[in-house]
């Protein structure tokens, strides 16, 4: 039987590449480009499968087609706001993503962050480099403690648990959670956390706010002007998920205004892309969507993409389907 025809839309780690020539009919992205929309509605005529990443948009005109060849979105990472359910599910096609193996890498990152932003050291290291560093003094870049400080965490799935583990067992912080659905009492007791049923009741009782929900249409600008008024004006923001979850607009107002004490972004709104006024703000971490970048998460993530892959055309379910 002919082995299935599979398209990489960017380059993977090498040895995953390997593994899925081994398996599949695999064309690989040597090249890294991100694929246009016409190169992906000619895909989809002719793959019968597609992995695609956060830099995929797909959407209608992506998907622009009378009788896809394409059977699965086999996507390469957990979140999956950037393809169109309803769009896809138009044409029958199998939505997955890699849960898991990447929570632990990205808590890992929001705690970077929120320790960055708390204690100054994104401005401490532009100093020291641009060679203006004098010499030490008792307020010099003074920041916030950490330790038992609380934090409030929106969105308590798997990345979300990791953050609060993070937080709890390492600095003994007090854990909020805002989430949609009930948080079963055990996982809530790992970290003594406390589930908030209202977040615009969670935000005044923060001094640090973590994003960890899905991004799409449902939460964007789940954080806006009326949220960001709630906190603290000595609060930190911590963004990992997705960067439309927060209104980047209001964020610079409460920047400028210092109605909070300050922001750590992974994500933007329209990323690569980045609002040039947030590159001005002091106030601001920013790295370039790093969250699950380590060599461990990325080969378990394409791993887990493999897995999918071969129970869907073994004609099993797979594991991670989301549609
Ligand atoms: C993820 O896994 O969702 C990362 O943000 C990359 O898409």
Known sequence: MAK????VTRRWPAAVEARLSEIFDAQLNLGDKPLLPEEFRTAIREYDAILPTVTDKIGAPALECDKPQTRILANYGVGYSHIDLNRVAEHGIVVTNTPDVLSECTADLAMTLLLMVARRAGEGERELRAGQWTGWRPTHLVGTKVSGKTL???GYGRIGQQMARRAHHGFGMKILAYNRSPVAPDVLAQCQATQVPDLDDMLPDCDFVSLHCPGGAGNRHLINAARLARMRSDAFLINTARGEVIDEAALLHALWFDTIGGAALDVFDGEPAVNPQLLESDRLVMLPHLG??????????GFRVIDNLQDFFAGREPRDRVN
């Open 292 to 301: 699950s970048a380590t060599r461990e998460a990325r080969e378990a993530m």
């Open 4 to 7: 299935p025809r599979v398209l």
């Open 152 to 154: 409030g965490i929106v």
